[in-house]
């Protein structure tokens, strides 16, 4: 099943299948019944990706828990460091 393949993917290779079946879909040259196909597959790589960032904010919010007060979280401005 393609949920399958999406979860054993990494994400940045999640990221990029996703990117692919974007732009397949809009070129507009896909029969019907297979830019469904992508279009669902493409649902599943979407989902899989948010569980994977979740999965990954939540490892940083035990971590940081973990330190109890030593590392103080900030916001984070790149602009701030390339002047």
């Not at 940045?12 to 019944?33: H, K, R, Y």
Request: proline share 2%; net charge negative; charged share 30%.
């Amino acid at each position: 099943m393609a949920s399958k393949k999406s979860d054993r993917l990494s994400f940045d290779a999640t990221l990029a299948e996703l990117e692919t079946i974007v732009q397949q879909l809009e070129q507009g040259s896909l029969p019907l019944e297979e830019a469904l196909k992508q279009f669902e597959q493409g649902i599943h790589l979407v989902r899989a990706g948010q569980q994977k960032l979740e999965q990954a904010e939540q490892k940083i919010q035990i971590l940081m828990s973990d330190n109890q007060g030593e590392v103080e979280l900030t916001e984070f401005h790149p602009e701030q460091g390339e002047k």
